[in-house]
């Protein structure tokens, strides 16, 4: 069974269908240069190798989609995306979490990609300047999306029980905590739905002395 990747927002942008779409329409609103899409793919492909390949036509069929819509909606779309990086620098940073050197590598490159004003697409290009950046996060985001989860719950339990471990817990203690709590959550399931010890009938009756 094939399982849709997760994505930083509601819905994917249409990259795949506008492909398609795109073929043999190599003209778009944006004059990308085949170094630099190669570049894009390096790094995309370094930060989550099973992402699909990006093209120009498929990056120019996005960017006329998007400029399609109404401002308000397509600025919507990809602060959708944008607005998780602050996600990714607390996941990076929070010395309580230390999350593994190699995937805080991936982040920091993700992150200094989109801080360059002069990338695939310049940032300063009214609505598109930062599709480029909204496209790496969407297409690299399986490569975070587990953490991310366990880093929210963490960021939970420090605030609920962080007290006990003197306001900083670290990764061990929430998931030993966590463990210990899924194990208690089991046996209480086993014996909700486990009959009392049934020892037989009495042998003899009962006898008073």
Known sequence: MRHTPPLPAAEALPLHAAHHAAAGQATGPLALDGKAIAEFNALLHELHPDAPHVDADAVNSVARWLMALPTPQAEAL?????????????????????????????????????????????????????????????????????ELEDFRDFCRFREESGAHFGGHPSRDDWLTTRLEEGALWEQLHRVRHQHYVDYGPLEGGLRVV
Not at 116 to 139: C, N
Request: net charge negative; hydrophobic share 50%.
């Open 78 to 146: 990809l602060q959708a995306r944008l607005g998780r990086l602050q996600e990714l620098r607390d996941l990076a940073t929070d010395r309580d979490w230390a999350v593994e050197p190699a995937l805080a590598k991936r982040i920091y490159r993700l992150l200094d990609y989109v801080a360059l004003t002069r990338d695939l697409i310049p940032d300063d290009l009214p609505l598109v300047g930062q599709l480029d950046d909204a496209l790496l996060v969407e297409l690299a985001w399986p490569m975070v999306a587990e």
